[in-house]
Structures are given as C-alpha cells and as structure tokens.
C-alpha cells in the first residue's frame, strides 16, 4: 500500500468532492465511515480524482493528525445574524485519494463525532457550509458533490442558494441515504438561526415537518439533484409507512430521482488471505482446512471451551433496535443448545448490553458478550465463527453480511434491505444460495433459521463446505458499484 502524503495535486478525470461526517480509519461509528474510505478508493481506480471533505474532531488519534498538511485558512459567516467562524484546512492523502478535515475547535472539539441534537445542528449547519466554502477556496471544483446522510443535507441546500453565483455552484449534488433513522430534526427557529438559510425554505415542501420542527435530511433530499440510497430494496421500502421514517410521502414525490446502488466492501482491507490479525490467513482454497484453527484462536481469546466441533455464531453491531436485537433476547436460550457457542461483539444501546452481559455469566465458556468497540476482534469474529447473525429490523445496506460472506461465515439474515439484495437463500433441493434467511420479522422465524443453517453443518457438510466456499468467491467488492456510481455522476453532466 503507498504511503500517507500530506498534500497532492492530480489533473485527470471526473472530479467528486464527498462529504461526510466519517471515514475509516480516522474516525468510524458504523458502515458510513466503511463507505467514505472504499468508494471514494474504487472510483480513484475507475479514473476519478476524490477529495473527502470530514471534520476534523477531536478523536481521530494523533497518529493521523501527524500526516495531515496545513492547507490553509479563512473565515466564514454563519448563523441569521452573520457571525463569523474559523475554516482551518488540513490535507492528507492516500493512495490517491485526498482529504481535507475542516478545523474548527468551537464545533469539533467536543470528542465523539455525535454528541447530541443541540449541539449536532450547529455542528453540522457549519461543516456542509465550511465543505462547500473550502472548495472555492481551494479553487478545485468538482463536478459532483456526493453528500452523505443528514450530517452533509444541508451541503445541496447551499449549493443552490448561498453559493448559486460561486464557482461551486456549477457543481451537480448528490445524497446518498445510508440509514434514514437520522434526520436531524430540531426547533425551526434553531435551524433558521444556525444555517442562516432564508425564510422562504421553511415551508413544508423544504425544511418544515409540522408547526414547530424542521428535518435538515428532507431539505437536502429536496434540494439534491439526485438521490441514492444502498439496495435497491431499501430505495423502494423508503417509499412506504413502515419504513420511510416518516419521510416516505417526501420520497414518493421525489422517487423520480431515487435509486438503490448497493454497497460493496473494500477487499483489501478485508483480504482473509493477508489478514494479520488472524492466526492462520486464508483463501476460497484452504479455508476449509483453515477456518478451524481460527476458530479454536478465537475460543482461546474469549475464553470459551476450545472445540472446533462446536457451531460458533457470531454477532458483530451496533446495539440498537435496528439490528434485531429483540428477536435475538426472545430466543437465546433456544439458539444455545450443547454443540453451539455465542459470540458477541458490539456497543450502543444499555438495555442489549446488559442483556447480552447476562446470558455470558449464565453460560460460562459458552457465550462471550464483548460490549466494545474493537476491530481486531471483529477480524477474529468474521474468521473464526461458523455464521454471522443479521436479523435487522430495517438494514439499509449492511456490510457485516459482506465481510462475512468474503470470510467464509455462513450469513443468517432477515429478508430487509439491502441483507435481502446480497444474501440469496440456500435451497436446500438444488444446494444453490449464500446464506439462511427468513423474512416477518418473528423471532420463532429466526430460531428456525438458525437451526436449519446448524442443521447443515452438522448433517450435510460436503453441502454445508460448498455454501461456505462459494460465499468466498462471491464478488462483494465495489468495482461493480462503483461503475454505477460513475454512470450516475455522467448522468449528471446532462442536466
Ligand atoms: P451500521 O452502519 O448500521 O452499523 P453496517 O453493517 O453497515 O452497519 O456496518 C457496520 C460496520 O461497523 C462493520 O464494518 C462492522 O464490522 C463494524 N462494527 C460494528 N460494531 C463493531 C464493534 N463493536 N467493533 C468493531 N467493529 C464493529
Ligand atoms: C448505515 C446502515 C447500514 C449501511 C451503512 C453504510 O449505517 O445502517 O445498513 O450498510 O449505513 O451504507
């Protein structure tokens, strides 16, 4: 891999200028910062020049902050009353990619990236502006801006408006939904007064959601020129009561520029073949021989009986109601019979980690609930188990179903979103398919699924061995998307 430079120029290609809140590796919480380091990477292979737009919080270790290059610095005005803020620019780059982390101490030195609504508004009202403030700055103007999510909504808001006679204002935009739970809803008189947007947006085609409140994701969806989101299936769920967070009305009427480009995962940082985290690295051609002495690494580590014979299920997420957490609680003590071994890892929600915190010290040896944040353990994970467990609520994309299909774990998923676009069920009569999936959202749906997927590891290997090498020869790279991508950004040329 080549080295972190800080500062790059290049000439060729389409440009696109992404925008969002995180990126692997300085700071992620979730498959948006998974997807902000492998895009922007796949379409720098594809021809395009990228430059990532993030805040520079407090958080992204020193390691990091030591590659960044000072850029440059001006003020900007923000607010109703034109206060004036700090824009610091600082520039690091990576196989060709380049990013610029926006300084501001005043909204980005609180820590963690989210820290709650009050502050987040601000916080976010001053970055989408500040990214598209440090491009005429920079003079390089792209010819896409690609926003993601509600943190970066307010960036095509002020592309038509504040900056319509700028030289970024000939720039197309873009908003990828990655999870429409997160809107950014606040007071109207808070977002008039933090953005500094005109009277006239807060009407209920823009900003307004009732007499009191304004979303800063309808805005941008509104203001957009094109809107993604990452499965075909989540684009057309968006569309309905159930899953359109209460936005589905607004997507309708805006569908004519929706469409679903699935997420792919980046196959050099997940390369089970050079994987240095695990014990005994391996390919679609060994891992049958290989996925064992993973397993017993990952046993020994947590502290679980060490046996190759036993099923291990793996949970790697976030714990939050999404995830199908709920469905998981209902069954455990039927999931867990003598020849099987639970493996959590995740953090969020204190309700789940307590719940998984006492299934561990009620089966000793049998269930380990990790309640952290660490990727060396999801490598061992992703390695080590026989299945990954996904059975979310709604999954806009997901990527653990991807990485675990690229390690050989056999995905159990619930037919939503984007687990329903990339896992196909196995059938057990002509032995084709990816994974065991089940689709009401019905925990007795899941415990059937989970023992039909044990059933065939116990009782029909030579069956079982085929799902698993076929899963590693599945393409979940980006290349594909990637070109989908670049066909949206030509589209856009047109209009
Ligand atoms: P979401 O973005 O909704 O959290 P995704 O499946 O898109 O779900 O992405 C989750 C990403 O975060 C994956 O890369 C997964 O490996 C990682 N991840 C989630 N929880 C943890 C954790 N506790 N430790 C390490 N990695 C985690
Ligand atoms: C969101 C979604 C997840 C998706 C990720 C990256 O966090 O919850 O399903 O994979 O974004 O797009």
Known sequence: MAEWKNGFESSTGKKIAFIGSECYPFVKTGGLGDVMYALPRALIRQGCEVRVILPLYRCIPDKYKALMGYRGSFMMDLTLEGRTFYVGIMEAEKDGVIYDFIDNREFFDWGNPYTGLWEDIPKYCYFSKAALAILNYMDWIPDVIHCHDWQAALAPVYLRTKFSGTPVGSARSILTIHNLRFQGICSI????????????????PVFKINDDEANMFKGGLAFADRITTVSATYADEIQTDFYGEGLNGHLFYHAPKLQGIVNGIDVEQWNSADDKLLVAPYSAADVLEKKPENKRALQQRLGLEVNDGLFVIGLVSRLTDQKG???IDSVFSEMLDSSTQVVILGTGDPRYESSFRYYESANRGRVCAYIKYDESLAHQIYAGSDVLLVPSLFEPCGLTQLISMHYGTVPVVRETGGLK?????FNVYTGEGNGFTFDRYEAGLLLDAVRRARD???NNREQWNRIVVRDMEKDVSWENSAKQYLRLYDELKGI
């Open 325 to 327: 957490l709920d469905l």
């Open 189 to 204: 008189p808070h977002l008039k007064y933090w953005s500094g947007l005109p009277d006239y947006l807060f009407n209920y």
């Open 456 to 458: 065939t590891f116990f």
């Open 421 to 425: 676009d990339t896992v196909e069920p």
